[in-house]
């Protein structure tokens, strides 16, 4: 017969363990071992036996468990025994199993009673058990025989405390009941280990062999000697069962019978016996499985969390839905506009902290790269002086000329308009990069279809390519227009009269002083003598470069004007990641102490021309490549005499006046039209259009096939979901079904400090009793007084009977407020045989516990 409490469990936790294999993890409950601990033939093999509900253990008197035995029970369909010793080997018949523990025993420890502290590991697959441990530990002994060394005891001891020390562990504290329960080495080392009696049960076996007349009702009631746990009763089968091979059924049957047919023990024979004990233990199992449950039970409502978003999109996904397919598309299509639209338009969430992208980087080529562009191709003193001189003296031709040219003016400015040409093409390249690199972040959620994601990237970069064309056009048109008519009725020009008189200083007037144009990391180049490089934080203003040591601002490091500064860029070195561009003073003068220029570097060439752009602004213009050597320039280019200096000078004033009106214009209008031909116009597309693309490119079965990634990804989250809520309803299917017991409220327990013995519950002999038996066969052996507890409260049945030689009163007299473990009289003629029920006779004022002396044996007067 098996354990049926066990029985019961098994399921639930076998399916608790499924549905955390199904989702890829092992739930360890980690089980508590159970260690029968007691003297030699106590019964601790026959408890562990019953609890398993197999027959397997070698029996016998004497000591028989002579190595600990490790039996690890694991759940399995089939069922069989192996030994850690006997690899490979299975037992399927137990007899064997038993043949084998005694033959392994012999092996290490011999025949003659030796003991040895290598364990036996014994695993037994069953459907009918837990994954537990238990242990069957040699019983404690005091007195050496056969080959057994001569410090057993100890031996012993050190070999349970491996076991019963782990916190882990329940100890079945056995005694037999036909010993004095007081003397129970099982239930002191019990105590050592489990101060608190948290982990340990008492279990009194044998009770069928107590003497006549005698029985243990106030020990299993728990009133005399108390447990936190209490005891529990249980009847093995005799030497004589085992042999005549009666098996566990039977004997459970015959344990039943004798509890309730025995008049001391039928009033609580539902807690007693073999199955209450299987009930009790599998009730600390119970408990420490519903301990462990919150913990398991947090962990998965976690990960179900976190795959809540993930797993959305799938919650409602129908493989065999025919219109599975069309809703995806439509859907997969309106988000890619909605999330291209948000990327060009900016938005409030998922916003990227890494870096720009999209509509930021579009916004940073209009106002920070274009404008450079331009006023990099326009800005050549030297250049522009040369070709406004040529201008004047070709219009004059063979004449000297009195007047300064009108023709020459619109020479100059035409020449000029055209050179923008170039930098507005470049802008329209670098935007339309930008475009198609936020289409292919915005197709990364089409992974899921491949086909569809290629064939949107290609449509999409189609159009937008030719939208390229028309841009291109519209923008080389307006400054065709520009070089239509030269408008010298502007209101911002500055005309003839104005510009004879204008200060060169006046047109180099700066921004508003000190107005902080950009702040932000920079690393500053030295030479590797004076420190080499080294990051500071830079602040731009409109009249200085200054850094500090960090962006506190409170450590400034330099400050450097701004007057005669000129940026030029630098080759990047061999090893160097950086991308670096120099400032130097045009006047060959020292720029920050012995340096003539200094190098600064940025992480990305994007941050160079941010930060050019930024001293455009602050009036440090970029350094322009000679591309005539001047050594071979005309001599006659610079020898002008004052006239002519004076018209050119006139002329460079308005030439210099209309191209600032003409860029104006050109870095409002260009990034107009680019918006609106290009950017808007590709949204829209998106919108209305790219869906009668993608119909008419193909099948849309074939466009709507899923990778294999993506389907095996979306099958396994969704296995994964369904598994987590699965595990979490098993969880609450154990926490309903099953219930914790508390721990009992602790007991007395100070008895176990004591060495005093522990009378036997006897009632009045009857007269046919013989007179010459020993009145205690297992009675107590005197010592000192044990003081009694509350808790202790022995019955009147307690008392001996009647000694009629003896003066005093009668035993009959003697009521329950009498203190039952009093010290017996000092009665030289019987020694030691005298019932624990008989007080004292003390002198008045004497102490009420003075210790009693134990006089050598004398012959009786009374025999």
């Avoid at 399916?15 to 019964?43: E, Y």
């Avoid at 070698?58 to 025994?81: C, D, F, K």
Wanted: hydrophobic share 35%; net charge neutral; with cysteine.
């Amino acid at each position: 017969m098996g354990n049926r409490g066990m029985e019961d469990l098994i399921p639930l936790i076998n399916k608790l363990q499924d549905a955390f294999s199904s989702i890829g993890q092992s739930v360890n409950l980690d089980l508590p071992q159970i260690a029968v601990v007691g003297g030699q033939s106590a019964g601790k093999s026959s408890v562990l036996e019953n609890f398993v509900g197999r027959d397997f253990l070698p029996r016998g008197s004497g000591i028989v468990t002579r190595r600990p035995l490790i039996l690890q029970l694991v759940n399995n369909i089939a069922e069989h025994a192996e030994f850690l010793h006997c690899k490979g080997k299975k037992f399927v018949d137990f007899e064997e199993v038993r043949a084998e523990i005694e033959a392994e025993t012999d092996r290490i420890t011999g025949s003659n009673k030796g003991i040895s502290p290598i364990p036996i590991n014994l695993r037994v697959y069953s459907p009918n058990v837990l994954n537990l441990t238990l242990i069957d530990l040699p019983g404690m002994t005091k007195v050496a025989v056969g080959d057994q060394p001569a410090d057993i005891e100890h031996q012993i001891r050190d070999m349970l405390m491996q076991f019963i020390t782990k916190e882990s562990c329940l100890i079945l504290a056995v005694t037999p009941a036909n010993m004095d329960l007081a003397n129970s080495d099982a239930l002191k080392i019990a105590k050592e280990v489990d101060p608190q009696g948290l982990r340990t049960i008492g279990v009194i076996t044998k009770l069928d062999l107590m003497d006549e007349g005698t029985d243990a009702k106030d020990i299993l009631e728990n009133k005399l000697l108390p447990l936190r746990r209490g005891y529990i009763g249980v009847v093995n089968r005799s030497q004589k069962d085992i042999d005549g091979k009666k098996d566990i059924r039977a004997a459970l049957a015959a344990e039943r019978k004798f509890f309730l047919s025995h008049p001391a023990y039928r009033h609580m024979a539902d807690r007693m016996g073999t199955p209450h004990l299987q009930k009790t233990l599998n009730q600390q199992l119970t408990n420490h499985i519903r301990d462990t449950l919150p913990g398991l039970r947090s962990k998965l409502q976690s990960q179900l969390l976190s795959l809540e978003k993930e797993v959305e999109e799938y919650k409602n996904f129908r493989p065999d839905d025919p219109t599975r397919k069309t809703k995806a598309l439509l859907q997969m299509v309106q988000q890619f506009g909605v999330d291209f639209e948000k990327c060009i338009e900016g938005s409030g969430d998922q916003v990227d902290t890494n870096e720009l992208s999209g509509g930021a980087r579009i916004n940073r080529l209009f106002h920070e790269r274009f404008p450079f562009e331009l006023v990099k191709i326009v800005f050549d003193e030297k250049e522009l002086r040369r070709e406004i001189s040529h201008a004047i003296k070709n219009v004059h031709g063979v004449r000297t000329g009195l007047f300064t040219p009108d023709l020459a003016f619109e020479a100059i400015v035409k020449k000029q308009i055209v050179k923008l040409k170039t930098p507005c093409l470049k802008c329209i390249d670098l935007v339309i990069q930008e475009l198609i690199n936020t289409v292919r972040q915005c197709t990364s959620k089409l992974n899921s279809y491949p086909r569809l994601r290629e064939e949107t990237e290609r449509i999409v970069t189609t159009h937008v390519r030719e939208r390229e064309g028309k841009t291109k056009d519209q923008v080389l048109l307006l400054i065709d227009i520009e070089l239509s008519y030269i408008n010298t009725n502007h209101e911002d020009f500055i005309g003839f009269a104005n510009a004879q008189q204008r200060n060169i200083a006046a047109n180099k007037k700066r921004a508003v002083p000190n107005q902080v144009i950009r702040k932000g990391w920079l690393t500053l180049n030295i030479s590797i003598m004076k420190g080499g490089s080294k990051e500071y934080w830079f602040v731009l203003t409109a009249e200085s470069l200054s850094w500090y040591k960090d962006e506190e601002e409170k450590e400034k490091k330099y400050m450097l004007p701004l007057d005669n500064l000129k940026l030029r860029d630098v080759e990047k070195g061999f090893m160097s990641t950086k991308h670096i561009f120099a400032i130097f003073n045009i006047e060959q003068r020292n720029v920050y102490k012995d340096h003539r220029q200094i190098e600064l570097a940025c992480d990305s060439q994007e941050d160079v021309d941010s930060w050019k752009a930024s001293f455009l602004r602050a009036g440090v213009y970029p350094e322009k490549d000679q591309v005539e050597n001047e050594e071979t320039a005309p001599t006659d280019t610079f020898s002008m005499d004052p006239q002519l200096e004076r018209q050119v000078e006139t002329i460079r004033n308005l030439v210099d006046s209309y191209i600032g009106i003409i860029n104006k214009s050109i870095r409002d209008l260009v990034p107009k039209t680019i918006m609106h031909l290009m950017i808007n116009n590709a949204k829209d597309f998106i919108h209305s259009e790219l869906l009668a693309y993608l119909y008419s490119s193909g099948d849309q079965n074939s466009l709507m096939e899923e990778s294999a990634d993506q389907a095996q990804r979306r099958d396994e989250m969704l296995r994964m979901y369904h598994a987590l809520k699965e595990a979490l309803h098993i969880i609450g299917d154990i926490t309903t079904n099953t219930i914790s017991t508390p721990v009992p409220p602790p007991v007395s327990d100070n008895w176990l400090q004591d060495s005093s013995p522990t009378p036997q519950r006897r009632p009045p002999p009857s007269s046919s009793q013989p007179p010459n038996r020993p009145p205690a066969v297992r009675g107590p052996t005197p010592g000192p007084p044990m003081n009694a507890t509350p808790a202790f409260n022995p019955s009147p049945a307690f008392g001996a009977p009647p000694i009629p030689s003896r003066p005093g009163p009668p035993a009959g007299a003697f009521n329950s407020s009498q203190d039952p473990f009093s010290a017996p009289p000092q009665i030289p003629s019987r020694p030691a045989r005298v019932p624990p029920g008989v007080p004292s006779r003390r002198p008045p004022g004497a102490p009420s516990h003075r210790p009693t002396i134990i006089r050598p044996a004398e012959p009786s007067l009374l025999d």
